[in-house]
């Protein structure tokens, strides 16, 4: 195999597996991950693009060190049930590392970010991300953009309730269901309507 077939199918891969995370494997839309996380940035008005940028980054990281790890970890006894403590382990590890690397670096918003970091690192859809990418049984290129995947699906997830969260609180919208409830039925519509698109057809 020559160096521009390995890149092909290198980065092919990679975006194949990263499609899978946002749509197919979506963390909020398809196993409602992280969902919890999402509500809160769009009700306190944060960056969501800021907090996706941090989210990627850790899940990838993760993504990575999991896939080195990973057959280590398998030729243990009992490996099913080691696996997810690896893997919060390993999320540990990039969480510290991350924060010692924010609080070097010059930022402006520095507090913020740490802030974000907190909440992404201890977010139940990175570790999702991680259960979910090892089940496929994936090559380097397919954890790397099973990581970039989650990352930008929890983004999009969470911008397309963010653009419908003014109108889901309006007085349109009966006193009882508005806020929490009536945005849990607009994810869930948005769930199936995904669902639909991916070609799954709906039982009769």
């Keep these: 195999m020559t160096w521009l077939e390995f890149t092909t199918t290198f980065f092919g891969k990679m975006f194949l597996y990263a499609?899978?995370?946002?749509?197919?494997?979506?963390?909020?839309?398809?196993?409602?991950?992280?969902?919890?996380?999402?509500?809160?940035?769009?009700?306190?008005?944060?960056?969501?693009?800021?907090?996706?940028?941090?989210?990627?980054?850790?899940?990838?990281?993760?993504?990575?060190?999991?896939?080195?790890?990973?057959?280590?970890?398998?030729?243990?006894?009992?490996?099913?049930?080691i696996l997810p403590l690896v893997y919060i382990g390993v999320i540990a590890v990039v969480y510290i590392v991350m924060l010692f690397v924010t609080h070097r670096l010059p930022l402006k918003n520095k507090d913020?970010?740490?802030?974000?970091?907190?909440?992404?690192?201890?977010?139940?859809?990175v570790l999702g991300a991680l259960l979910l990418s090892t089940e496929y049984k994936l090559e380097l290129p397919g954890f790397i953009g099973f990581g970039i995947g989650t990352g930008f699906g929890f983004t999009l997830a969470t911008y397309l309730t963010y653009i419908a969260y003014g109108r889901l609180n309006s007085k349109a919208v009966p006193k009882a269901f508005r806020g929490f409830p009536i945005t849990l039925f607009y994810i869930g519509i948005l769930s199936l309507a995904i669902y639909g698109m991916i070609g799954h057809e709906l039982p009769v």
Excluded at 32 to 45: D, P, Q
């Design 112 to 125: 913020m970010m740490l802030m974000f970091i907190h909440r992404c690192a201890f977010n139940c859809a």
């Design 19 to 81: 499609l899978i995370a946002m749509f197919t494997e979506n963390t909020i839309f398809s196993r409602a991950l992280g969902a919890s996380t999402s509500l809160w940035i769009i009700r306190k008005k944060y960056r969501i693009f800021a907090f996706g940028m941090i989210m990627t980054i850790i899940t990838t990281l993760s993504a990575v060190a999991v896939y080195y790890l990973l057959p280590y970890v398998q030729k243990l006894d009992s490996s099913s049930y």
